[in-house]
Structures are given as C-alpha cells and as structure tokens.
T-cell receptor
C-alpha cells in the first residue's frame, strides 16, 4: 500500500496565528487526499477532499476560508489553519486512497494541534 | 450516521484470540466490509477487508456471515500492542468516503 508522511506530528501555536500541516504521499501519486479532524474520545470526521490541481471540496460546516487546502502536486497536500483559536485544537489526519489496489485508505500519522 | 454497530469496548487476555463483532444489517450488495484500527494518538491503520468470503492476512481474519449482515474480526494471538480502537466500516470501495462510527475500544490485558 501507499506510504503517507504527515508533518509536523504536533504543534503548539498562539491564538490568531496560522499553522500549516503537510501531507506527502511518498511512493504513490495521489490525485485525491482527504483531511480529517478528530476531537478527544471522538471518531474521525471528514473535513475536506483535496483534489490535485483544483479546489478542495469541503464538508458541510467546515469553513473553507479558515481551513485552506492546497494540493499543488500529486505528492503533496497542505492544510493551513488560519487565525487559529483554542476550539481548533484537535488531531488532524490526512489520508490517500490506494486506487487500483482496493486496500482502502492509507493514513498519515496525524498532527496534534494545540492553540493557546 | 455510520452504517455499522459495534460494542463500545472489549477486554481480551494477552495471547488469546480477540473476536470483535460488527453488525451491518443494511449493507448493500456492492459494499465491502473494511476494518481499521487506531492506536492512541496515531493515524488509523488498515487491517483487512472483504466482500462475501472469509479473508485472512498476516494481521487478522475476517469472518462474514452468509447473509452479510454481520462480521467478526479475529486477532488470533492478541498482544499488548493490539490495544486500540477498532473500526468496522462498510463502503463500496476504497474510493468512497468512509463514515466512521465510534468503534470498539479493545484492551489487551497481561
């Protein structure tokens, strides 16, 4: 299956600042990547679908102007949390689909964001 | 809403087989059953998937009932490192959005 690298693994930032999270597909050209958010003791919630070379598709209730997604190449998608607030503190996870292999999704290791 | 139902938690002794049930009574004919697990503070990890037949790989076995309304994930010799939340998901294939339920928190005890 695909290998996905997510960076950073954790970050602490001040309220009002922006944070960028990178998701790289190391051995697989990913036309589509997915971004999830997971609050403590809750399940994963899909935030948006990132499409290479085009605009991301956001799930209902997710602010596209706050969570900026860029998928400029087949191996890199970035999620930028703009003007972060404490309520944005969460575990952010990216994933890619192993199209053609039917092995399901491969996930990054996640990014723990804490906004203080 | 998730299309599967799982017990919220289970315990299993180290070295024994862990059997995790999942109900998916509304599964359609072209939907697969996927199992993932999430160890604390990590991204989910693919375990196994199946359509109709039982499946086995190096991690686990998947037993699907004949009517496909339920399935069981079997970890044959559980170790402490298998402690995680296990998610059962039905999906047409890997290209479709996965809808995550609450999963089963499996605790392996020494």
């Amino acid at each position: 299956g695909a290998v996905v690298s997510q960076h950073p693994s954790w970050v602490i930032c001040k309220s009002g600042t922006s944070v960028k999270i990178e998701c790289r597909s190391l051995d697989f050209q990913a036309t589509t990547m997915f971004w999830y958010r997971q609050f403590p003791k809750q399940s994963l919630m899909l935030m948006a679908t990132s499409n290479e070379g085009s605009k991301a598709t956001y799930e209902q209730g997710v602010e596209k102007d706050k969570f900026l997604i860029n998928h400029a190449s087949l191996t890199l998608s970035t999620l930028t949390v703009t003007s972060a607030h404490p309520e944005d503190s969460s575990f952010y996870i990216c994933s890619v689909t192993n199209q053609g292999e039917n092995y399901g999704y491969t996930f990054g290791s996640g990014t723990r964001l804490t906004v203080v | 809403d998730a299309k599967t139902t799982q017990p919220p938690s289970m315990d299993c002794a180290e070295g024994r087989a862990a059997n995790l049930p999942c109900n998916h009574s509304t599964i359609s004919g072209n939907e697969y059953v996927y199992w993932y697990r999430q160890i604390h503070s990590q991204g989910p990890q693919y375990i196994i998937h199946g359509l109709k037949n039982n499946e086995t790989n190096e991690m686990a076995s998947l037993i699907i009932t004949e009517d496909r309304k339920s399935s069981t994930l079997i970890l044959p010799h559980a170790t402490l490192r298998d402690t995680a939340v296990y998610y059962c998901i039905v999906s047409k294939n890997s290209n479709y959005q996965l809808i995550w339920g609450a999963g089963t928190k499996l605790i392996i005890k020494p």
